[in-house]
């Protein structure tokens, strides 16, 4: 086999070597499942438990197997992550959809709740950067020493949920406006920022939950009620957002059903 000046492994007739039919990759009943082919008909599932029940088991027990790999071993994997140095808590996969989406939506602004160290507002300012468009709104209910100093990051201290940081948050949006939420992880907290924080959301835009993993999807199978329990209540009553199933596309994600794009 050689690598040719493209740097492309050539099959030695000079035929691409890798299959490219699905039935080859995945086997016959391997990782493709049809859709809608396990749900009931006629079925009113929401769109978060429909999409569990068109993985097909292989796939979805290599994703969780690997899923509980990466997130059980935090020390090595998520929690010894950096952006330019600042530690970040997100999966290197998640990143690179948010790079995506960034570089497609071209938010003017993007607010985050839950700041930690800075690493996720660093590198959404990095990409801003480097697009030449774009800053950061981000909240914390604290200060922390050695956060990143930089053009496109403002830093706000109290609750994500307080009267006085909506106030802020909704004098900063304005033009095209993405939010991620990344603060407390309960039901509640999270049902409420979706509540406060949807409606600044524009038109094509996204609303990111973070961490919709938890609670046994599949990350911590005991953590109870999360982001991903108030992600199921709030599309109820709110089908202006779909879940981009797109946003999934690299099987794993800290964010299953956690990417909503208001239509
Ligand atoms: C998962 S960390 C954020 C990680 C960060 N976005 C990153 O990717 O590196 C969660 C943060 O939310 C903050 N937090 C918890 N409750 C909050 C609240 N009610 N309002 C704002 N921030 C909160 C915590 O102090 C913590 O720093």
Redesign the pocket.
Known sequence: MAVTAQGRDKGQHGSDPYPHDEETIYGKHGLKWKAGRLGPSGSTMTGVKHWAATRSPVEKAVTNLFHRMYYGLPQRTWKRTTWLGT????CPLDLWIYQELLARIRPEVIL??????????HYLASICDLLDSGRVVT????PKPNRPQHPRITYIE????SSEVLSRMSEEASGTVMVIL????SRG?VLDELKAYSPLVTPGSYLIV??TNINGHPAHPRWGPGPMEAVEEFLGSHPEFRVDRDCEKFFMTFNPSGYLQRA
């Open positions: 530690p970040i808590l997100k985050e709740t839950g700041t930690n160290e800075g690493g996720s507002a909240v914390d209910l604290a109290g609750s994500s949920t990344d603060s407390d992880h907290h973070e961490d």
